[in-house]
T-cell receptor, first 113, second 114 residues
Framework: DGGITQSPKYLFRKEGQNVTLSCEQNLNHDAMYWYRQDPGQGLRLIYYSQIVNDFQKGDIAEGYSVSREKKESFPLTVTSAQKNPTAFYLC????????????FGPGTRLTVL | AQKVTQAQTEISVVEKEDVTLDCVYETRDTTYYLFWYKQPPSGELVFLIRRNSFDEQNEISGRYSWNFQKSTSSFNFTITASQVVDSAVYFCALSEASNNDMRFGAGTRLTVKP
């Protein structure tokens, strides 16, 4: 089954701790993306990567970090520097380019206590 | 930068009613792409349709239809004879050829009551 997996579905962390969200795809897509979704605000781009070992900041990259060591994987670390990390995080992938649709994972709901 | 506006925050209809979700966009590019996604309660966004800026032909897919009008910078989505399973948040998005940045609207929450 081709698709995007994100784990875990729900994640709880104490304030001040870093946490890494997993995103894996087996669609052989070149591009991968991380979005944050808050109620009533739609999706905001955190980071994206068009190829392995390369990534760019989106609109709200502060307090987050990513890596792209493998084509299939694009983990997101929410650092303690992120002031308001509680949110729903969505990972997506595409064939790349602005004309291709993105395919989304099921999301991870992060709650920082 | 491009911008997408979905002015309707929430819409509630009764089953079998028709409903139109509005999407207005802003861009300076002549080549761009418009998308609609559905987000059911499970949370995963599902791709519905893509339109490029040179193709203003309206599209129908079953109960779904899309009306793209460049003159008004709109890409509206109509569901005919709505069903309870259509209840979801619907997002309109815009991607410009000059960058790889897809911008999403704030979404419209559609509730279809039986």
């Amino acid at each position: 089954d081709g698709g995007i997996t994100q784990s875990p579905k729900y994640l709880f962390r104490k304030e001040g701790q870093n946490v890494t969200l997993s995103c894996e795809q087996n669609l052989n897509h070149d591009a991968m993306y991380w979005y944050r979704q808050d109620p009533g605000q739609g999706l905001r781009l955190i980071y994206y990567s068009q190829i392995v070992n390369d990534f760019q900041k989106g609109d709200i990259a502060e307090g987050y970090s990513v890596s792209r060591e493998k084509k299939e994987s694009f983990p997101l670390t929410v650092t303690s520097a992120q002031k308001n990390p509680t949110a729903f995080y969505l990972c997506a992938s595409s064939r790349g380019g602005s004309n291709n649709e993105q395919f989304f994972g099921p999301g991870t709901r992060l709650t920082v206590l | 930068a491009q911008k997408v506006t979905q002015a309707q925050t929430e819409i509630s209809v009764v089953e079998k009613e028709d409903v139109t979700l509005d999407c207005v966009y802003e861009t300076r590019d002549t080549t761009y792409y418009l998308f609609w996604y559905k987000q059911p309660p499970s949370g995963e966004l599902v791709f519905l349709i893509r339109r490029n800026s040179f193709d203003e032909q309206n599209e129908i897919s079953g109960r779904y239809s899309w009306n793209f009008q460049k003159s008004t910078s709109s890409f509206n989505f109509t569901i005919t004879a709505s069903q309870v399973v259509d209840s979801a948040v619907y997002f309109c998005a815009l991607s410009e050829a000059s960058n790889n940045d897809m911008r999403f609207g704030a979404g419209t929450r559609l509730t279809v009551k039986p």
